[in-house]
């Protein structure tokens, strides 16, 4: 059997491992900070009808520079942004994908802060750009003189923020975000995939922009709005970012059926969005419980929660997935994480995690 390494692939890549969160098809699947709830049955059908009529007009290429769905991202992101500031591709993903070939590369840096999203790895691999995880402060969390210190040492070409932050949960000040955009010489991401789930008031990266043409504030539809399987994801930044990642993406690369699709869910924006405040509920509910349970539960603004205080994490997960009740083991020693599904989800999620307790209650 031929193995990569038989291959002539880029030196670079060799002895990668690619992203592999494991996908199973389990009764409680809390792994991939998905929103558990599915989408409102008439948005659905709306959706439908949208798509319905794209799919008579599939003989065309379709309207590559997506003019509408930008308009309604503008609309819905508000602070006085218009199509203009916005770009979309295929999941956030994509879009993070587009600002590292457009502004990374070979002979780049781009610097975030471990743990983080690991994807921000993988994509400097892919575009050859070197990537450099800054270490955090304890608990995970990050002041301004942390990040800035390492954004001096290193002076890197991008910084990515992830605000809050994956796998940690940990919210991202204002603060420290101002700090980093205003030490950086480089381009700033700050990935507010999560932002819809942060305490009412948290003030978004969005509040910036203005006057700072290097900040990049990158969101997605998989997480609040419940459209993880349509993959959409997008950004907001100055329309000089927006015409160099017009010099990277491929031409039409977001199908008519997205643009129908992600133009039906934003014009239903308030329904897409109505459990936030139940997950939000959920989340802090297993917040309580670990910490009651004596895990030792991180402070979260997203969907998910990452806790500590847990012996054998590979253990406890396969256990709980025995009880068909899948999430995550990132590799953080001593560390799960769990993504707050609905009620009776995490119900079970909080039942057999018990059995695993440090402390007796
Ligand atoms: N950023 C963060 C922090 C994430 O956790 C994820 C998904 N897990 C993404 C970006 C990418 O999401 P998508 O491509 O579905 O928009």
Known sequence: MTSLDDLPIRDDLRGRAPYGAPQKSVPVALNVNENTHPIPEAVAHDIVARVAAAILQLNRYPDREFTDLRRAFAGYLGHSLDES????????????????????????????????????????????????????????????????????????????????????????????????????????????????????????????????????VSRTMSKAFAFAGARVGYLAADPAVVDA????????????????????ALAHSDQMLAMVDEIRGQRERIVAELDRLGFHAYRSGANFVLFGGVDDPHAVFEALLERGILIRDIGLPGCLRVTAGTETETTAFLEAIAAFAPASV
Do not use: K
């Open 85 to 216: 500031n916005i770009w979309a591709a295929n999941g956030s993903n994509e879009v993070l994908q587009h600002v590292l070939q457009a502004f990374g590369g070979p002979g780049r840096t781009a610097l975030g802060f471990a743990p983080t999203y690991s994807m921000y790895g993988l994509l400097s691999a892919g575009t050859g750009t070197e990537w450099i995880g800054a270490p955090r402060d304890a608990e995970f969390e990050l002041t301004p003189e942390t990040a800035v210190a390492a954004v001096r040492e290193h002076d890197p070409d991008i910084v990515i923020l992830c605000a809050p932050n994956n796998p940690t949960g940990t919210p991202l000040s204002i603060e420290t975000i101002t700090a980093v955009a205003d030490a950086a010489r480089g381009i700033v991401v700050v990935d507010e995939a999560y932002h819809e789930f942060a305490d009412p008031g948290t003030p978004s990266a969005l509040t910036l922009l203005e006057d700072r043409p290097r900040l990049v």
């Open 245 to 264: 990642l017009r010099l990277v993406r491929l031409p039409y690369h977001l199908s008519a059926l997205t643009q129908a699709a992600a133009l039906g």
